[in-house]
C-alpha cells in the first residue's frame, strides 16, 4: 500500500496522475471503509476502482476512439448487474479493457515512433499481474496463494519503478529500427 502511494505523488505532475491516484487511494481507502460497512459489501470497491482506472486511460493518449466505451460500460454493467445481480464479471472484462488500451498505446509508440518505452510496457506489464491474479482468485486452486504472492511481489517492484521513474523525467526509450515496407 505505502510504494502506490508514493508512486501516486511520484506520478501526479505527468498525464498518467488519475491512473496513479486511484491506484494510491484504492488499498487505504478499502482499509477505511472496514470501520464502516461490512466486510461483505467491500466486494464492491474493486470493480469501481477499476471502473475509474478505465476511466483514467482516456487522458493517455490524444487518440479518443474508445470514448464510446466510456458511455457503454456503466450502461452494461447497471443491465447486467439488475439481469444476474453480480458486478464481479465485470471486474474482468474491465481490466481486459485497460490491458489492451495500454497494449496499444505502448504498441502504437512502438510502431509510430520506432522506440520501445519501458515506461509504457511496465504499464501493460502491470496490467497483466492484475488480470493474472484476477485469474488466480477465481481458479481457487492450491497453488492460488503462491502465485498471489509471487505476482504481488512483481507488482510491488513494479510500484517501485513507478516510485523512482517518471516518463517526462528520465528516458527509458530506446529507438528500434523498424522497416516494415
Not at 91 to 114: C, E, G, R, Y
Not at 167 to 180: R, T
Request: no cysteine; aromatic share 24%.
Amino acid at each position: 500500500m505505502f510504494v502506490w502511494i508514493l508512486a501516486g505523488v511520484r506520478q501526479f505532475p505527468t498525464k498518467y496522475r488519475y491512473f496513479f491516484l486511484i491506484l494510491a487511494l484504492n488499498d487505504p481507502l478499502g482499509k477505511l471503509l472496514l470501520f464502516v460497512i461490512p466486510p461483505e459489501n467491500l466486494n464492491y470497491i474493486h470493480p469501481i476502482t477499476s471502473f475509474l482506472l478505465f476511466y483514467s486511460t482516456l487522458f493517455f493518449d490524444e487518440d479518443k476512439s474508445e470514448k464510446f466505451l466510456a458511455y457503454f460500460l456503466p450502461i452494461a454493467i447497471i443491465g447486467t448487474y439488475f439481469i444476474t445481480n453480480q458486478i464481479e464479471p465485470f471486474f474482468v472484462v474491465i481490466h481486459i479493457f485497460i490491458f489492451i488500451k495500454l497494449f496499444k498505446i505502448a504498441t502504437l509508440h512502438l510502431f509510430n515512433k520506432n522506440k520501445f518505452s519501458i515506461f509504457k510496457y511496465m504499464f501493460v506489464f502491470y496490467e497483466l499481474t492484475i488480470m493474472i491474479n484476477i485469474l488466480l482468485k477465481y481458479l481457487e486452486n492450491e497453488q492460488y496463494y503462491f502465485l498471489f504472492f509471487f505476482t504481488l511481489g512483481f507488482q510491488m517492484l513494479i510500484g517501485i519503478f513507478f516510485t523512482v521513474v517518471r516518463e517526462d523525467k528520465m528516458n527509458l526509450e530506446y529507438s528500434l529500427n523498424l522497416n516494415l515496407s
